[in-house]
């Protein structure tokens, strides 16, 4: 019985081979084909449509290395950033906005009709008004104001363009920080860095692309999520260094490893790995062997560039640095080194601007004068560096704080403070620009008489990033990025570059 | 009756779909039975079905001719075409058949009748569509030149562009509004194609309005139907230029509404019209000021880049919107002379050369010469003097050299004022006398030497 059946199968695989000639072979392979072209028409539950990701896997260079660069999509006017923040946001009123119209109502009730409606951090009742405490003279060919309390920077006043009229809706520090570099003032946004690394990515192969320097004794309020990336890929966020001790943490070989044994230790991960991926050919484990790697080049070349012995003792006096201590005339120098070394972002923050007048340190005319000091000749050093290097015409330098501070004398409870201090204040406070593509000796916007609001050329932070997104060779509305389910931008759904101070 | 009349008029966009469904399917039948001639039967009565469906068609067509008051000339060879296929069909369904009546075509063969069938029926079709999206609707999406090859007008964008120096003088009309007009309304409001019955071409036009609304009110954006339509939602019915057709940018919504505002001008200049500069800063020629020459060039291979790239030299484009690259040797110290060879697959789209800190001398500023876009060049903390630096006077191109911080040279500086383009020289950190000159061919070349200072105050002493 079982040999009648093992016959009649094989009686029937003969038949059926004779039958099945070259034309029913063709002509199953064209309906094969049209069934597989059908698939990939009626996307969806179909499971063959997955079978597209099957083909040989095409890596691009980002998939080997998330920071290899990327061309941006219109001309650039620069290749890099410098962001200077004033962290606790500085008085415009005793810096680079002067109103002599306030000096005539010092002392007098802030009139009710300012006040109305709007919120303060801890002025209550009816303050008075304080003139500016700082005495100004216009500078340079461009004959922009600039006061006592920063004396070297008259000489790069036409270095500059002015931001007169900024205005935010923070009035406190962490979401206005928060706004100020991610574009919103809830926490989960790239930062500008993130978003400037992750469109170009960055030249040096031995450093990071986005870096950051802190000095003033504090990290700013709203923590590191102002150089966080957000929903970006985390390579992308900045890298933090110390001015004081390693750079780094846990640069250094760790005691007893020789940079031999390290090198032949990530030899043998990597070889792992290349098996790994041999197998899967999953390119995350790419990333990783790159990732590796860099790290490893990054030991040599981080310590050397964030070492400002180096450099010459005029230049160290130039900046006023003071090494071995953490100071923002030693992150200055640093900066240019990074920006020299092709850092794509530096980002800076100093502490401490919070002039209230609670106490001596945050005085508006005494406080602020010693912060004034410790940035003045950095800062104009740093860009007298740049423009000598011929680096300025690659670099763009962005000054500020988070927002700026009131008109009116701080009465926090009502009372009298012990010394002279300002509040928070987001309505119209200064912020500059220098560099590459910037129309040098500008001032763009203007405030009232006392200084509260902007009455011409008001720019909003999403105006500010639209311009730097501008100068690094991008369309702002279109830089996007896809995360849950839609596209996020850097300026959400606002921004207008701002034209009138670019060259 | 007029009803029905009205009614079954209105049908007929529907009713057409029948006739065209069945002829389809009887021209396929026919072609797969084309050999064994087996379904002959099913495909006359599906061509006697298409027949008489197009019978209803025609009387369908022929009310909403009527009833919708078409001019004759717009529809006739739609009627015409459509009542041939008509007839057509039920010939077909007479030589499918075999029936005797169309004898006398028995020596064509069928195959000949279904290739006209099918021709008269697709000439039928698109001139319906002519009639209900207009004529231009298949054409539209094709680009320029294959429309002007086809014989088809193409319709102009007019490019708005102003002077810094004389933009008061421009025309607020002519030359601005009008243009923006142009560009994003008047494909659809002009005298072939009056959607809406608003002309957007003409003075007249805009001043009329629309068959509904007044168009432009005077003196006030926030009630004239033209700037409110344009700024609705996107997502609005109402938005004017409708989803996917080139919306105007913020700049130009925002100068109509000052336009309007200022009481609509047609006639005199911006200075007339006292709008304020701020409103033109965007359509100001922009000056070419970027790292490569303005000129145009071709691409070169990827592998060509990729090679040089394996070698440790950075390449990539200096944007998207350009072929000319920006080259570095930041990552490879080491470069030499010697490896310049390897660069010169990308000869002519190098307009940025970035050679700082490598180990290069005098001979190979010779060789740049073989990169005739170079643009911008950093040769800065390197070995080289200055003393073959003549040999670059040849490039046009040339606008900035860095020498920050090399070997150059007092004598050479001279030399440097032949080169046709260059502004920029950087000389700070070398042995250049820096009493010496600072400025080359009228102050045209700057030569910046740095050595900024500065000088202790008293107060970078006191502490408050």
């Known amino acids: 019985m079982k040999d009648i059946v093992k ?58 290395n998330p920071l290899s660069t990327l061309a941006p999509p219109f001309a650039p006017k620069v290749k890099s950033v410098i962001y200077l923040h004033m962290a606790g946001a500085p008085s415009q009123l005793e810096m680079f906005d002067y109103k002599p119209e306030l000096q005539k109502y010092d002392g007098q009730d802030c009139p009710q009709s300012l006040l109305e409606g709007k919120k303060f951090a801890f002025i209550k009742g009816t303050p008075k008004l304080m003139g500016p405490q700082a005495q100004f003279k216009q500078e340079g060919e461009s004959g922009n104001w600039v006061s006592n309390f920063m004396p070297h920077f008259k000489k790069v006043v036409d270095d500059v363009a002015f931001l007169k009229a900024v205005h935010t809706d923070q009035f406190n520090h962490g979401p206005a920080q928060l706004f100020m570099h991610t574009g919103s003032a809830r926490l989960g946004r790239p930062s500008i860095g993130s978003w400037a690394t992750y469109g170009l990515g960055s030249e040096n192969q031995n450093l990071p692309g986005f870096m950051v320097l802190t000095s003033g004794g504090n990290a700013p309020d709203a923590g590191k999520s102002v150089w966080g990336s957000g929903f970006l890929p985390s390579v992308y966020q900045g890298v933090q260094c110390r001015s004081k001790g390693d750079p780094v943490l846990y640069i250094k070989d760790a005691d007893g490893i020789t940079r031999d044994l390290k090198k032949s230790t990530i030899d043998a991960i990597n070889k792992i790995n290349k098996e790994e991926y041999a197998k899967y050919a999953d390119p995350e484990i790419l990333a990783r062997i790159n990732q590796y790697e860099m790290a490893y080049r990054m030991q040599i070349a981080v310590p050397e560039v964030m070492n400002i012995n180096s450099e010459p003792e005029h230049i160290q006096q130039m900046y006023g640095v003071e090494p071995g201590k953490e100071s923002f005339a030693n992150n200055c120098l640093l900066a240019r080194k990074l920006v020299e070394d092709g850092v794509r972002f530096v980002q800076l923050f100093d502490w401490g601007w919070d002039t209230h007048g609670n106490v001596r340190s945050g005085s508006i005319d005494m406080g602020l004068r010693n912060k004034c000091r410790e940035i003045d000749r950095p800062i104009t050093a740093l860009i007298m560096d740049l423009k000598q290097r011929g680096l300025l015409d690659d670099t763009l330098i962005v000054w500020g704080g988070e927002f700026g501070r009131t008109p009116m004398q701080e009465n926090r409870g009502n009372t009298k403070m012990a010394y002279k201090g300002r509040d928070h204040h987001g309505d119209a406070f200064t912020m500059w620009m220098a560099g590459g593509g910037i129309k040098n000796g500008t001032s763009h916007g203007k405030t009232d008489d006392i200084g509260f609001s902007g009455i011409e050329g008001r720019v909003s932070v999403h105006d500010v990033h639209a311009t730097i997104l501008h100068l690094l060779g991008f369309d702002h509305e279109k830089f996007t990025h896809e995360f849950q389910g839609r596209p996020f931008r850097l300026t959400d759904v606002e921004g207008e570059i701002i034209k009138e101070i670019l060259a | ?112 009748f279904s290739i006209v069938f099918f021709i008269l029926l697709s000439y039928t079709g698109h001139q319906g569509g002519n009639i209900t999206h207009g004529e231009d609707y298949l054409i539209e999406p094709l680009p320029n030149n294959i429309k002007s090859a086809l014989g088809f007008e193409t319709f102009e964008k007019r490019e708005i562009v102003l002077n810094e120096a004389t933009w008061e003088e421009a025309l607020i009309y002519e030359d601005l509004i009008n243009p923006i007009l142009n560009n994003t309304c008047v494909s659809c409001h002009n005298p072939k ?82 709008l304020k500069k701020q409103l033109f800063l965007s359509f100001f020629l922009t000056k070419h000021d970027y790292d490569y020459p303005d000129i145009e060039i071709a691409k070169v291979s990827k592998d060509s880049i990729l090679a040089i790239k394996e070698i440790g030299i950075h390449v990539d484009a200096i944007s998207k919107a350009t072929n000319f690259l920006s080259v570095s ?103 250049v006398n820096t009493k010496g000159v600072n400025s080359l061919k009228e102050g045209r070349i700057k030569i910046d030497y740095g050595n900024y200072e500065l000088p202790p105050i008293p107060s970078d002493s006191i502490i408050y």
């Open chain 1, 7 to 64: 016959r009649l199968i094989q009686e029937k695989l003969a038949l059926e081979t004779q039958e099945k000639t070259r034309r029913h072979f063709i002509k199953s392979c064209a309906q094969g084909m049209g069934g597989l072209a059908l698939s990939s028409i009626f996307m969806g539950c179909d499971p063959l449509t997955s079978s597209t990701k099957k083909g040989p896997i095409t890596l691009s260079a980002r998939d080997l």
């Open chain 2, 1 to 112: 009756m007029e009803v029905l009349k009205q009614l079954l008029g209105r049908l007929h966009p529907l009713i057409v779909h029948l006739p065209i469904g069945f002829i389809i399917l009887g021209l396929l039948l026919q072609w797969y039975d084309r050999k064994q001639k087996k379904f002959n039967k099913v495909s006359s009565l599906i061509y006697k079905w298409g027949g008489i469906s197009a019978v209803f068609a025609c009387i369908t067509g022929y009310l909403q001719y009527v009833g919708e008051g078409y001019a004759f000339d717009t529809i006739k060879w739609h009627l015409w075409a459509g009542i041939s296929t008509a007839l057509f069909s039920f010939l077909m369904y007479s030589k499918v058949a075999g029936l005797k009546a169309t004898e006398i075509f028995k020596k064509i063969p069928v195959i000949a």
């Open chain 2, 193 to 274: 194609k009056t959607k809406g019955g608003l002309l957007l071409h003409t003075k007249e036009g805009i001043l009329k309005g629309g068959d509904n609304e007044e168009l432009l009110l005077a003196e006030n954006s926030n009630i004239s139907a033209l700037y409110h339509r344009i700024t609705l939602p996107m997502a609005e019915d109402e938005h004017m230029p409708p989803n996917g057709k080139t919306q105007p940018t913020k700049e130009e919504i925002k100068l109509i509404a000052a336009w309007i505002d200022a009481g609509h001008p047609f006639e005199g200049s911006i200075k007339e019209a006292g």
């Open chain 2, 329 to 431: 040797a930041i990552n490879k110290p080491s470069f030499k002379d010697s490896d310049f060879e390897g660069l010169l697959s990308l000869k002519n789209n190098i307009s940025r050369l970035d050679l700082g800190g490598t180990q290069v001398t005098d001979a190979l500023v010779e060789k740049l010469v073989q990169l005739p876009n170079l643009t911008v060049l950093k040769l800065d903390n390197t070995v080289i003097t200055g003393n073959t630096i003549k040999a670059l006077t040849s490039l046009t191109y040339l606008k900035s050299i860095n020498l920050t911080g090399s070997h150059f040279e007092t004598i050479h500086l001279e030399k440097l004022a032949s080169f046709p383009k260059l502004q920029r020289v950087f000389l700070y950190s070398t042995n």
